[in-house]
């Protein structure tokens, strides 16, 4: 099993960007394709972006393409995710995933989760 562990989350100006880290434990990471999903209030828990475990491929959602990168270090096992140009609408508690089954180009189905971190994009 995984365990994900986000940080990275903050408060910033729309146009800013943020950086966030998910660290995983687990001997088994590197098996695992990871993503990141958000939640906004009051809506539903949506897709953002995937890697596989290499980092070969990456998926993104059409709202975050151009201004959002997945990348991992297996190495230290954690996942990252760049995010620029940030709007107020990306505001959402954000949350990491991994799971061992991907198909790249879709979205990543996971099994595990972390316990989300928020991001708020200012206007």
């Known amino acids: 099993q995984v365990q994900l562990v986000e940080s990275g989350g903050g408060v910033v100006q729309a146009g800013g960007s943020l950086r966030l880290s998910c660290a995983a434990s687990?001997?088994?990471?590197?098996?695992?394709?990871t993503g990141w999903f958000r939640q906004a209030l009051g809506k539903e828990r949506e897709f953002v972006a995937a890697?596989?475990?290499?980092?070969?491929?990456?998926y993104y959602a059409d709202s975050v393409k151009g201004r959002f990168t997945i990348s991992r270090d297996n190495a230290k096992n954690t996942v990252y995710l760049q995010m620029n140009s940030l709007k107020p609408e990306d505001t959402a508690v954000y949350y990491c995933?991994?799971?061992?089954?991907?198909?790249?180009?879709?979205?990543?189905?996971?099994?595990?989760w972390g316990q989300g971190t928020q991001v708020t994009v200012s206007s």
């Open positions: 995933a991994a799971s061992r089954s991907w198909v790249p180009g879709g979205e990543l189905r996971p099994t595990n």
């Open positions: 687990g001997r088994t990471f590197s098996s695992y394709s």
């Open positions: 890697t596989s475990w290499q980092g070969g491929s990456t």
